[in-house]
């Protein structure tokens, strides 16, 4: 089965739980007493059997038909109070991912900024350190970036460098490409040159301080 398919399948099944015991919790009246419900019933079934009282063949079908409301209604309340249990775990795994949320972003950015580290090693510990940071680590981190007033230093990717330990001077892969093809005397500005720059840090990104293009790798917009 398609995963597409499964999912279709899985919200329907959702919803329509959700629909019955929507309509469960309208037929049912928690506010109403044993006593009214139990008046309430003994009339429906007068109602439903007729008016032939106190006889053996009357008498069992009210016992019968007490039996099969007083069943119902419990299987009522029962589904009810099983809804509302879903409801409040669905309401506290939507708080939870809510309180994670902030951090999971944040691990994610860091880490994008580990991957721009032009040295294998250093860069293999900055993402090592955002990977296995505990949430309590990484939210005293928000904390703090929270109470610095400078726009400019709230949103640097600084702090992913010296929290995991590192100078924050590191040289990026892009310090590297640029040293690399202006090595080369390129003419500036031109697409030859962003084409170097390109290739050179998508490959440091994923060998390190290493770059193989040459100028005969460029192909010219036709």
Not at 33 to 52: A, L, M, P, T, V
């Amino acid at each position: 089965m398609k995963l597409f398919s499964v999912f279709v399948i899985a919200a329907v099944s959702a919803q329509g739980f959700d629909n019955k015991q929507a309509n469960l919790a309208r037929n049912l009246d928690l506010t109403e007493s044993d006593e009214d419900r139990e008046k309430r019933f003994k009339q429906e079934c007068k109602d439903s059997i007729g008016n032939k009282q106190d006889t053996p063949k009357w008498n069992e079908k009210m016992e019968a038909c007490r039996a099969k409301k007083d069943a119902k209604h419990a299987k009522r309340v029962a589904k009810a109070e099983a809804a509302e249990d879903r409801a409040e775990m669905k309401a506290e795994i939507k708080t939870k991912k809510a309180e994670k949320a902030p951090i999971k972003a944040e691990r994610n950015l860091c880490k994008a900024a580990c991957k721009q580290i032009a040295n294998q090693i250093t860069k293999s510990n900055c993402l090592s350190w955002w990977k296995y940071s505990s949430r309590v680590e990484i939210q005293k981190i928000l904390d703090d970036i929270n109470d610095i007033r400078n726009p400019a230093e709230r949103n640097s990717v600084e702090h992913c460098y010296t929290k995991s330990g590192l100078s924050g001077s590191e040289s990026t892969c892009k310090d590297f490409a640029v040293d690399f093809c202006d090595g080369l005397n390129l003419a500036k500005p031109s697409p030859i040159l962003r084409d170097c720059k390109s290739f050179c840090v998508n490959q440091c990104m994923e060998q390190g301080e290493n770059c193989d293009w040459t100028p005969a790798d460029y192909v010219p917009d036709v």
